[in-house]
C-alpha cells in the first residue's frame, strides 16, 4: 500500500509500482518491429532528416543496413557521426529533428521511427560490444577536456582515435554530465548513460578523473601550461532564482537536483516528493521533473508556465506525454509568492499574465494553487569561474564555428558556449568538431621534437 | 451488375477465377473449401499413371523473395505432381464434381510419352465427370528430369503428338499447359494447335532459384544443404506471363485459340489484364496460397464493379481488347512526345526522382530552385522515359503528360509532329533508306 499522506514522503507506492512507472518509456524495438520500422523509409536523395542531425547522421544508410539485416553496419554509421548516438537514440527530441523532417510527414502524417531504429542498431553493437575504432599511433600530444558530458565525451573520443591522449576533469562522482544526472529515469533505463560511458572510454587513450572543477582544483591557465590543448564542455551549473517570497520555504526545489537524485536513486521509492506538486518552467527539465513526481505518486501536479503553450521549450510529444501521466500544464501564470506555513511550503500565488504588444505583462488578477513541493526549473546558467581572460557574452563563452575560443589553445562546445542549443545531439556535434579543429590545429603546428626524433 | 460467367472452350463456370493445378487442388478438402470461398473452378493437381505415386521431398518444397514488409513477391516449388493414389484422386474428384455442378472441374495430367499411357488414363478421367483436361507439359522440376513436364514442352514435336492422342482418345475439351522455359512461346503454342488443342494454358513456372543461403552457402529452397532450381511463379512473373499471352494471342497462326492465363494473378486488375491481352479467363494459385481462398472475393467484386464501371457487360466484351495494341517496337510512333510532369502538391520530397535521373539517367529534375528544395522536370532535357514515374514513391505525383501536336518539344527545339512515324521509315534506318533507294 502507499500513502496520500500531505507533506513531502518517500515510499508513496508499493516498490513494484515503482518498478513499473520507470521502466523503459519506448520498449526497444525487436527485429521484426525493427524490419517494419525500417522499410518505411523512402532512402531519400540529401536526405532532409539528415540535414536535421546535428550530427548529420546518415539516416537513409543506417535504416537501409538494418533492412538489410546488417544492424553492425548500421551502428558504425550511427557512431561514425555521433558517438554517442545510443543516448542520442534515447532522449532526442526526434520529433522537432529528423523524424519532423521525414518525407513521410508529408505523406502520411506519420514519420519513419528514427529514433528507435538508431536505438535498435546502437543496442545490438553495444551489446556484442563492437568496438569500430582504434586509435592512431600515438601523437605525443596531449588534450585536457573539462567536463565528462556528451561533448567533453565525444570531443575526448574523436581525439583518441587521432592519437592524442586527453585528461577529462569532471567535477562529479561519474561521467556522462546530464546523460547521467539530468535526463529522465524512464529515458535512460538500465544503467545506460555509465555503460555508454564505459563504451566510449574503451577506445583507449582516454583518463577520467573524477572530483576535478575548474576554478576550484586549477585553473584554465594552469590547464593551458600543462597540455598542448584544452576543450571545455562544461555544464550550466547555476539555477535560476525566483527572487520573490517564500523561496528559502522547506520545500522549494530546484527541479535539476530532484532529476539527479532521481537518477541515482535505485528504487525511486527513497525520493520524497509531495502530495501536491507545483513545477514552474517551460522546458524538458520542467517536464522531467513534473512526469517524475506523477510518477513516484504525487496526487496533484501541476506545471505553471508563464507564457502560451506555443511558447514552451518543451516539444509537443513531451506536453502530450507529460498530459498522459495526469500532469496538468497551465499558461499565463507567473509566480507572485509562496505561501509558507511553519517554515514549509503551503501554496504558491501567482500572477495571470498577457502579452501586451509582445511584452510580458500581468493582468492584475491572480490565483493561488496549494501545494507541499515546488520545483524551480525556470532556466540554468552557466557559473563561469577559472576562466582568467576567455572572452565570454552573455554569461557563455563565445566560440567560433569550429569551437575555437578567444584564447590559443582552448575551444568549447555543449551548453557553456554561446548560440548552444540545449541538446545533447548539438553538444556532441561541436565536441566532435572541436576535436577536428584540435587535431588540424596540432598538424600545422610544428612537428613535436619528440615525433621528429 | 457485370455478368462474369465464364464459358471456355465449353466449360462453363459462374466466374472466370480458376485455381490452377497446384497444392490448393490436390484433394477434395481443399477444393470443397476453394468452391465454398466461391473460385469458378480448379484444376485438380496433376494426376500420374497407375502404380506407385511420385515421392516427394521431405524438407522445404518452397522457396521465396519478399518485398517490403515481407509482402511475397515471388515464389517457387520444387514439389512434383500428385504424391497421391491415382484411384483416390479419380473417386475424389467425382464426388466433388456431383456436389458442385456449377463449378468447373478440370484434370491436369502428367503420363510418360507414350500413347499408352494416354490412353490408359483418359478414360479413367472422363468417368469422373471432369470437365476436361489439361495436360502438364510445364513442370521444370523432378518430372523434367524422367522426360515428363517442361521436357515435353520444350520440344513442339512431342507436344502435337500428345495432343493428338488426347483429342484421339477423349471426347473432354483439351488444355495445353504451357512451359515458359523456352525462348520463343509460339512454337509450342503452335505444335498445340497442329495437334488440335482447344485451348493453351499458360504459363507454367520458370526455372529459378529463389536465394543462397549465405552461411551455409546452399540454395535455397535447401534439403540438407543442397537445393535444385525450382518452379517460380507470383506477382514476379506476371509481366513474363503477360507478355507470352499476348505473343500467342497476337501471332497470326495462333490468333483465336482460347487461352487460360496464369502466371502471378493476384488481384482483380490482373485477372483484367491478362484477359485484355487475349486470356478467356485466368488460374491462380500463389495468391490462394499466400492470403487463402477469400481473395477470389476481392477479384470477383473488383472486376464486377470495373466492368460496371466501364460499361462491360460480358467476360467477351473485354476478353482481347488490348491486343490490337501490342506491337513490334518498330512500329511505335516515334513522333510521339510526352514529358514528364510533377504535381507539387503531391510531391513528399524525397528527391528520388531527382537523384535516379541525375545520377543515371537525363539530369532533367532539378533539387534545388532558388536554393529551396524543389523538384521540377526541366523540359529541355526530359525524353519522357518514365524513370521518375518509377520511382515516386507517391501513386500519381509524377505523370506523363503528351505534348499535343504543334506544341513545342523544349529538347528537340522542334514542334510535335502531328503524323504517325516509325522506324521502319526513319531516316536513320539504314534499312529504311535502302528502301528508299
Same mark, same amino acid.
Given at each position: 500500500?502507499?500513502?496520500?499522506?500531505?507533506?513531502?514522503?518517500?515510499?508513496?507506492?508499493?516498490?513494484?509500482?515503482?518498478?513499473?512507472?520507470?521502466?523503459?518509456?519506448?520498449?526497444?524495438?525487436?527485429?521484426?518491429?525493427?524490419?517494419?520500422?525500417?522499410?518505411?523509409?523512402?532512402?531519400?536523395?540529401?536526405?532532409?532528416?539528415?540535414?536535421?542531425?546535428?550530427?548529420?547522421?546518415?539516416?537513409?544508410?543506417?535504416?537501409?543496413?538494418?533492412?538489410?539485416?546488417?544492424?553492425? /553496419?548500421?551502428?558504425?554509421?550511427?557512431?561514425?557521426?555521433?558517438?554517442?548516438?545510443?543516448?542520442?537514440?534515447?532522449?532526442?527530441? @526526434?520529433? @522537432?529533428?529528423?523524424?519532423?523532417?521525414?518525407?513521410?510527414?508529408?505523406?502520411?502524417?506519420?514519420?519513419?521511427?528514427?529514433?528507435?531504429?538508431?536505438?535498435?542498431? @546502437?543496442?545490438?553493437?553495444?551489446?556484442?560490444?563492437?568496438?569500430?575504432?582504434?586509435?592512431?599511433?600515438?601523437?605525443?600530444?596531449?588534450? $585536457?577536456?573539462?567536463?565528462?558530458?556528451?561533448?567533453?565525451?565525444?570531443?575526448?573520443?574523436?581525439?583518441?582515435?587521432?592519437?592524442?591522449?586527453?585528461?577529462?576533469?569532471?567535477?562529479?562522482?561519474?561521467?556522462?554530465?546530464?546523460?547521467?544526472?539530468?535526463?529522465?529515469?524512464?529515458?535512460?533505463?538500465?544503467?545506460?548513460?555509465?555503460?555508454? =560511458?564505459?563504451?566510449?572510454?574503451? =577506445?583507449?587513450?582516454?583518463?577520467?578523473?573524477?572530483?576535478?572543477?575548474?576554478?576550484?582544483?586549477?585553473?584554465?591557465?594552469?590547464?593551458? /601550461?600543462?597540455?598542448?590543448?584544452?576543450?571545455?564542455?562544461?555544464?550550466?551549473?547555476?539555477?535560476?532564482?525566483?527572487?520573490?517570497?517564500?523561496?528559502?520555504?522547506?520545500? %522549494?526545489?530546484?527541479?535539476?537536483?530532484?532529476?539527479?537524485?532521481?537518477?541515482?536513486?535505485?528504487?525511486?521509492?527513497?525520493?520524497?516528493?509531495?502530495?501536491?506538486?507545483?513545477?514552474?518552467?517551460?522546458?524538458? @527539465?520542467?517536464?522531467?521533473?513534473? %512526469?517524475? $513526481?506523477?510518477?513516484?505518486?504525487?496526487?496533484?501536479?501541476?506545471?505553471?508556465?508563464?507564457?502560451?503553450?506555443?511558447?514552451?521549450?518543451?516539444?509537443?510529444?513531451?506536453?502530450?506525454?507529460?498530459?498522459?501521466?495526469?500532469?496538468?500544464?497551465?499558461?499565463?501564470?507567473?509566480?507572485?509568492?509562496?505561501?509558507?506555513?511553519?517554515?514549509?511550503?503551503?501554496?504558491?500565488?501567482?500572477?495571470?499574465?498577457?502579452?501586451?504588444?509582445?511584452?510580458?505583462?500581468?493582468?492584475?488578477?491572480?490565483?493561488?494553487?496549494?501545494?507541499?513541493?515546488?520545483?524551480?526549473?525556470?532556466?540554468?546558467?552557466?557559473?563561469?569561474?577559472?576562466?582568467?581572460?576567455?572572452?565570454?557574452?552573455?554569461?557563455?563563452?563565445?566560440?567560433?564555428?569550429? /569551437?575555437?575560443?578567444?584564447?590559443?589553445?582552448?575551444?568549447?562546445?555543449?551548453?557553456?558556449?554561446?548560440?548552444?542549443?540545449?541538446?545533447? %545531439?548539438?553538444?556532441?556535434?561541436?565536441?566532435?568538431?572541436?576535436?577536428?579543429?584540435?587535431?588540424?590545429?596540432?598538424?600545422?603546428?610544428?612537428?613535436?621534437?619528440? $615525433?621528429?626524433? | 451488375?457485370?455478368?462474369?460467367?465464364?464459358?471456355?472452350?465449353?466449360?462453363?463456370?459462374?466466374?472466370?477465377?480458376?485455381?490452377?493445378?497446384?497444392?490448393?487442388?490436390?484433394?477434395?478438402?481443399?477444393?470443397?473449401?476453394?468452391?465454398?470461398?466461391?473460385?469458378?473452378?480448379?484444376?485438380?493437381?496433376?494426376?500420374?499413371?497407375?502404380?506407385?505415386?511420385?515421392?516427394?521431398?521431405?524438407?522445404?518444397?518452397?522457396?521465396?523473395?519478399?518485398?517490403?514488409?515481407?509482402?511475397?513477391?515471388?515464389?517457387?516449388?520444387?514439389?512434383?505432381?500428385?504424391?497421391?493414389?491415382?484411384?483416390?484422386?479419380?473417386?475424389?474428384?467425382?464426388?466433388?464434381?456431383?456436389?458442385?455442378?456449377?463449378?468447373?472441374?478440370?484434370?491436369?495430367?502428367?503420363?510418360?510419352?507414350?500413347?499408352?499411357?494416354?490412353?490408359?488414363?483418359?478414360?479413367?478421367?472422363?468417368?469422373?465427370?471432369?470437365?476436361?483436361?489439361?495436360l502438364n507439359f510445364g513442370c521444370p522440376h523432378g518430372m523434367s528430369e524422367r522426360g515428363m513436364g517442361s521436357a515435353v514442352g520444350q520440344v513442339p514435336e512431342y507436344i502435337e503428338m500428345v495432343v493428338r492422342w488426347c483429342k484421339q482418345y477423349t471426347r473432354m475439351p483439351v488444355i495445353t499447359k504451357l512451359t515458359p522455359n523456352i525462348t520463343d512461346i509460339r512454337k509450342p503454342a503452335r505444335a498445340a494447335k497442329a495437334g488440335g488443342t482447344d485451348a493453351v494454358s499458360?504459363?507454367?513456372?520458370?526455372?529459378?532459384?529463389?536465394?543462397?543461403?549465405?552461411?551455409?552457402?546452399?540454395?535455397?529452397?535447401?534439403?540438407?544443404?543442397?537445393?535444385?532450381?525450382?518452379?517460380?511463379?507470383?506477382?514476379?512473373?506476371?509481366?513474363?506471363?503477360?507478355?507470352?499471352?499476348?505473343?500467342?494471342?497476337?501471332?497470326?497462326?495462333?490468333?483465336?485459340?482460347?487461352?487460360?492465363?496464369?502466371?502471378?494473378?493476384?488481384?482483380?486488375?490482373?485477372?483484367?489484364?491478362?484477359?485484355?491481352?487475349?486470356?478467356?479467363?485466368?488460374?491462380?494459385?500463389?495468391?490462394?496460397?499466400?492470403?487463402?481462398?477469400?481473395?477470389?472475393?476481392?477479384?470477383?467484386?473488383?472486376?464486377?464493379?470495373?466492368?460496371?464501371?466501364k460499361g462491360h457487360r460480358t467476360l467477351d466484351d473485354i476478353s482481347g481488347r488490348a491486343v490490337p495494341n501490342v506491337t513490334d517496337w518498330q512500329y511505335l510512333n516515334l513522333n510521339y512526345v510526352a514529358k514528364a510532369k510533377i504535381d507539387q502538391d503531391a510531391c513528399i520530397k524525397c528527391g528520388r526522382c531527382h537523384i535516379a535521373c541525375e545520377d543515371t539517367s537525363h539530369q532533367a529534375i532539378t533539387q534545388f530552385v532558388n536554393g529551396v528544395r524543389h523538384f521540377e522536370?526541366?523540359?529541355?532535357?526530359?525524353?519522357?522515359?518514365?524513370?521518375?514515374?518509377?520511382?515516386?514513391?507517391?501513386?500519381?505525383?509524377?505523370?506523363?503528360?503528351?505534348?499535343?501536336?504543334?506544341?513545342?518539344?523544349?529538347?528537340?527545339?522542334?514542334?510535335?509532329?502531328?503524323?504517325?512515324?516509325?522506324w521502319t521509315t526513319h531516316a536513320n534506318n539504314p534499312m529504311a533508306r535502302q528502301a528508299a533507294e
Amino acid at each position: 500500500m502507499g500513502t496520500t499522506q500531505s507533506g513531502i514522503l518517500g515510499g508513496r507506492l508499493p516498490l513494484a509500482e515503482y518498478e513499473a512507472n520507470f521502466t523503459d518509456l519506448h520498449a526497444p524495438l525487436d527485429r521484426h518491429e525493427a524490419l517494419v520500422a525500417a522499410d518505411r523509409c523512402y532512402f531519400c536523395h540529401d536526405a532532409p532528416c539528415m540535414t536535421a542531425c546535428p550530427t548529420s547522421i546518415d539516416i537513409p544508410l543506417f535504416i537501409r543496413q538494418i533492412a538489410t539485416g546488417n544492424p553492425i /553496419g548500421s551502428a558504425k554509421t550511427i557512431f561514425d557521426q555521433n558517438i554517442l548516438g545510443g543516448m542520442c537514440a534515447r532522449v532526442c527530441p @526526434t520529433e @522537432t529533428l529528423c523524424e519532423e523532417a521525414c518525407v513521410r510527414n508529408t505523406a502520411e502524417e506519420r514519420p519513419v521511427e528514427i529514433g528507435r531504429l538508431q536505438r535498435y542498431a @546502437t543496442d545490438i553493437a553495444m551489446r556484442e560490444n563492437k568496438q569500430f575504432y582504434s586509435r592512431a599511433a600515438r601523437s605525443g600530444r596531449r588534450v $585536457a577536456v573539462v567536463g565528462a558530458g556528451p561533448a567533453g565525451l565525444a570531443c575526448a573520443h574523436r581525439l583518441a582515435v587521432k592519437g592524442h591522449d586527453v585528461v577529462i576533469y569532471d567535477a562529479r562522482e561519474k561521467s556522462g554530465g546530464l546523460n547521467e544526472y539530468g535526463i529522465a529515469a524512464y529515458k535512460a533505463v538500465d544503467d545506460f548513460a555509465q555503460r555508454e =560511458v564505459d563504451y566510449v572510454l574503451s =577506445v583507449g587513450g582516454i583518463e577520467v578523473s573524477h572530483g576535478k572543477a575548474l576554478g576550484r582544483d586549477f585553473s584554465l591557465g594552469d590547464l593551458a /601550461g600543462e597540455f598542448d590543448a584544452v576543450f571545455l564542455g562544461l555544464g550550466l551549473a547555476g539555477v535560476n532564482a525566483l527572487r520573490i517570497e517564500g523561496e528559502n520555504a522547506e520545500g %522549494v526545489e530546484d527541479a535539476v537536483d530532484f532529476i539527479a537524485a532521481l537518477r541515482q536513486s535505485k528504487t525511486k521509492a527513497d525520493i520524497p516528493v509531495g502530495r501536491r506538486v507545483v513545477v514552474l518552467g517551460g522546458g524538458m @527539465t520542467a517536464i522531467d521533473a513534473a %512526469v517524475q $513526481a506523477k510518477l513516484l505518486g504525487a496526487e496533484e501536479v501541476t506545471i505553471c508556465y508563464r507564457r502560451g503553450k506555443e511558447h514552451m521549450n518543451a516539444s509537443e510529444f513531451e506536453q502530450d506525454l507529460a498530459a498522459s501521466k495526469g500532469v496538468s500544464i497551465r499558461h499565463w501564470l507567473q509566480p507572485k509568492r509562496i505561501a509558507v506555513k511553519d517554515g514549509r511550503v503551503a501554496g504558491i500565488e501567482l500572477d495571470y499574465t498577457t502579452l501586451e504588444n509582445g511584452k510580458l505583462t500581468t493582468t492584475g488578477e491572480t490565483g493561488i494553487i496549494a501545494a507541499d513541493q515546488i520545483f524551480k526549473a525556470i532556466g540554468q546558467t552557466f557559473e563561469a569561474s577559472g576562466l582568467g581572460a576567455l572572452r565570454m557574452e552573455s554569461g557563455r563563452i563565445v566560440v567560433d564555428a569550429e /569551437g575555437r575560443t578567444s584564447l590559443e589553445k582552448v575551444w568549447a562546445g555543449g551548453d557553456c558556449v554561446l548560440g548552444g542549443e540545449d541538446l545533447t %545531439v548539438s553538444a556532441v556535434a561541436m565536441g566532435r568538431d572541436a576535436a577536428g579543429s584540435i587535431d588540424r590545429a596540432f598538424a600545422v603546428a610544428q612537428p613535436l621534437a619528440s $615525433a621528429v626524433a | 451488375m457485370a455478368d462474369l460467367r465464364n464459358n471456355f472452350v465449353g466449360i462453363k463456370s459462374p466466374n472466370p477465377f480458376w485455381l490452377a493445378s497446384a497444392p490448393p487442388t490436390d484433394k477434395a478438402y481443399n477444393v470443397e473449401r476453394a468452391f465454398r470461398a466461391g473460385w469458378g473452378g480448379v484444376v485438380w493437381k496433376t494426376l500420374g499413371e497407375e502404380g506407385p505415386p511420385v515421392v516427394n521431398v521431405n524438407g522445404p518444397r518452397y522457396g521465396a523473395i519478399w518485398g517490403a514488409d515481407r509482402r511475397l513477391l515471388g515464389f517457387n516449388n520444387i514439389e512434383l505432381i500428385t504424391d497421391r493414389d491415382l484411384y483416390v484422386n479419380l473417386r475424389e474428384m467425382k464426388q466433388v464434381k456431383m456436389n458442385w455442378p456449377d463449378r468447373a472441374l478440370i484434370a491436369s495430367i502428367m503420363v510418360p510419352c507414350e500413347e499408352n499411357a494416354w490412353k490408359a488414363i483418359l478414360p479413367l478421367v472422363e468417368e469422373t465427370g471432369a470437365d476436361g483436361i489439361e495436360l502438364n507439359f510445364g513442370c521444370p522440376h523432378g518430372m523434367s528430369e524422367r522426360g515428363m513436364g517442361s521436357a515435353v514442352g520444350q520440344v513442339p514435336e512431342y507436344i502435337e503428338m500428345v495432343v493428338r492422342w488426347c483429342k484421339q482418345y477423349t471426347r473432354m475439351p483439351v488444355i495445353t499447359k504451357l512451359t515458359p522455359n523456352i525462348t520463343d512461346i509460339r512454337k509450342p503454342a503452335r505444335a498445340a494447335k497442329a495437334g488440335g488443342t482447344d485451348a493453351v494454358s499458360l504459363i507454367n513456372t520458370i526455372n529459378s532459384i529463389t536465394g543462397v543461403n549465405l552461411d551455409t552457402f546452399s540454395p535455397e529452397p535447401s534439403i540438407d544443404g543442397r537445393g535444385s532450381h525450382g518452379g517460380y511463379c507470383g506477382p514476379a512473373v506476371k509481366p513474363i506471363a503477360l507478355n507470352m499471352v499476348a505473343e500467342i494471342a497476337r501471332d497470326p497462326e495462333t490468333y483465336g485459340l482460347p487461352i487460360s492465363g496464369i502466371g502471378g494473378v493476384t488481384t482483380w486488375r490482373d485477372a483484367a489484364e491478362f484477359m485484355a491481352l487475349g486470356a478467356g479467363n485466368v488460374q491462380v494459385c500463389t495468391a490462394a496460397m499466400t492470403y487463402g481462398f477469400k481473395i477470389v472475393q476481392e477479384m470477383i467484386t473488383g472486376l464486377s464493379d470495373w466492368m460496371d464501371a466501364k460499361g462491360h457487360r460480358t467476360l467477351d466484351d473485354i476478353s482481347g481488347r488490348a491486343v490490337p495494341n501490342v506491337t513490334d517496337w518498330q512500329y511505335l510512333n516515334l513522333n510521339y512526345v510526352a514529358k514528364a510532369k510533377i504535381d507539387q502538391d503531391a510531391c513528399i520530397k524525397c528527391g528520388r526522382c531527382h537523384i535516379a535521373c541525375e545520377d543515371t539517367s537525363h539530369q532533367a529534375i532539378t533539387q534545388f530552385v532558388n536554393g529551396v528544395r524543389h523538384f521540377e522536370v526541366i523540359e529541355e532535357e526530359c525524353v519522357g522515359c518514365n524513370l521518375c514515374v518509377n520511382v515516386c514513391p507517391v501513386e500519381n505525383c509524377i505523370t506523363m503528360e503528351p505534348l499535343a501536336a504543334g506544341t513545342l518539344d523544349r529538347r528537340t527545339g522542334k514542334p510535335v509532329d502531328p503524323d504517325y512515324a516509325n522506324w521502319t521509315t526513319h531516316a536513320n534506318n539504314p534499312m529504311a533508306r535502302q528502301a528508299a533507294e
